[in-house]
């Protein structure tokens, strides 16, 4: 076999010494044991490439340092800064991340929930498939025995220690209100779809801006479609075509933004002068295109830095007892950035 | 404890049978005995969410099903479709993924390697640090006991069996090659820093296409910098303001592109009218931009996915001895993306 090191008989046969000898100074337990002794044994684990068996070990303290990170999809802009906040403060604490894409899809999350738990991971940190908001039956995760961290969706899933989440409500207040003081005053809102709670707290904190300022609220502005580049194509498409008279639009996401972006452009309508533009995420890509996008920037990598850290406070403490009246909650800010888009 | 799960015992008690005949039943051993009796079994160990101890089994088979990825950056565009491949070639095979982030640290790669190795991973997948190509020391890598599988950066290491690659000068011969078709005469380029194998094999590849059209490589037109955005812009200002007369520009990856036309764009040259941009590796912004980049594809999605492939057909062969020779190497072409810049 490729990855037999040396065992500890091999090293006490060596340094012609006793097992317990070598296994005491292995395992730091070596006060009684000479300083000479104790670099011979060291000096050979070294030399032979001595591994610490962590599997015996977790047997015992039925810890293994890894926890389990699902997501939707990692190609996805929105999820690589959020699995690197998780694995940063985890390798702080010498946790390991194992990593697993569901598409959206429940029978995914369920079988990888599966593997997880039989490879007995600490904990899961969890962005839920969006369909367990459509979905009733009650899905693995469920039943799951392991400490459970949600990000950025909310959901009533039993274990769950700690969320990490976003007010929705709040940026999206913001965000309209931000296009208010400069000036617009028919708003649209193109967004995805509204099965999340996510996107219906946006839209709630969007009727919530344009009512403070006494504009009430006109369905024909809503256009609700995905979270994709074509989306905003089309429904920027339609919101020209309809004879809807608008000044801005406020996007779901910056995906969605830059679609609608390429739209107007085609229609000859100038951004920000004719029409203002609102993105949402500020991914990469928002600061490269032109003009620039004003967004509400998503704290990403502290939702995943602080998830990890949520469920690494759990799992150090041994006497757990999980209830959703002490989960914790962290409920982040976004952060208004403007560019030139609007 | 939370992940506490019923035991084979205690779904024997319940069961009212032997402990036997529930681990026979459970390891699928069950031949002589009766349906009833398993159909009981298998009830209650469902109902109470019995969990098959795999740390236990790991210690006698020495597989843990873990895979260890090691990349600099998942948050760089370029990684997390390598990412993907990898996960989802790894999941059809029932392993589980640890993803770990380097920074293109050494001494990170070390401390990752020793946690994959303690954690008994059965193989790694690893874009190794950049800058092994500059340091000589020895690092834990290489003492590394487990089979080990390279993607896109190619190295001498111990224990590799296999390794997934693109050809790196037959790229970027053919993009400046489609560039001269295009009718473009003096091509500058704009690269990343040399240190590594595959910058320095794009550069052969560029040099080759000239000189199979008589054109004389001239030191003047090659910029070394980063693979950033700003490196674009700043090297395609000193192009302009330097007294070289260019009519495109081949930049090492689609960032460097992109800030080369954000450049181009200030001194009011027109792309493609006035110079002709190529970028490498089709990130998922060269579409959107505009003009859209024509740009080199490379195959990032299949190289994860068949390094994992390979990987996991060096575990499964039990008696495997490694040597350079007998290591796999694949070797995937680059995609011509033609679009608007050039």
């Not at 609608?260 to 100038?270: D, G, Q, T, V």
Request: glycine share 6%.
């Amino acid at each position: 076999m490729l990855k037999k090191s040396v065992t500890i008989k091999e090293i006490a046969k060596e340094a012609q010494v006793s097992i317990a000898t070598v296994s005491m100074i292995l395992n730091n337990k070596d006060k009684n044991i000479s300083e000479s002794t104790r670099n011979k044994v060291l000096k050979i684990a070294k030399e032979k490439n001595y591994i610490p068996n962590t599997m015996a070990r977790s047997l015992i303290t039925k810890q293994t340092g890894i926890i389990g990170l699902v997501i939707p999809d990692i190609t996805n802009p929105f999820f690589p800064e959020i699995a690197r906040g998780v694995e940063d403060k985890a390798s702080e604490e010498r946790y390991s991340i194992i990593i697993c894409n569901t598409d959206d899809n429940l029978q995914k999350e369920d079988q990888y929930i599966q593997i997880l738990t039989e490879k007995m991971v600490d904990g899961i940190v969890i962005t839920h498939s969006a369909d367990r908001y459509q979905e009733d039956s009650i899905r693995i995760l469920d039943g799951c025995r392991v400490p459970i961290v949600l990000i950025d969706r909310d959901y009533s899933i039993p274990n769950v220690i700690g969320k990490v989440l976003v007010d929705n409500f709040k940026a999206s207040y913001e965000a309209v209100n931000y296009l208010l003081n400069k000036g617009y005053r028919k708003i649209a809102y193109i967004t995805g779809s509204l099965n999340t709670k996510t996107a219906r707290d946006r839209l709630e904190g969007y009727k919530e801006a344009l009512l403070t300022r006494g504009i009430s609220y006109d369905e024909r502005y809503i256009k609700v479609g995905e979270y994709k580049i074509q989306w905003g194509i089309d429904a920027t498409k339609k919101l020209v075509s309809e004879d809807v008279f608008f000044d801005a639009i406020f996007c779901g996401n910056d995906l969605i933004a830059i679609g609608s972006m390429k739209a107007l452009k085609k229609f000859r309508l100038k951004v920000p002068q004719d029409i203002g533009i609102m993105g949402f995420d500020d991914i990469y890509m928002a600061s490269v295109i032109e003009p620039a996008l004003t967004t509400m920037k998503q704290p990403n990598y502290e939702m995943g830095y602080y998830a990890a850290e949520l469920l690494i406070e759990g799992i150090k403490k041994e006497s757990l007892s999980i209830n959703e009246k002490n989960t914790k909650k962290i409920i982040l800010d976004s952060k208004l950035i403007v560019r030139e888009s609007s």
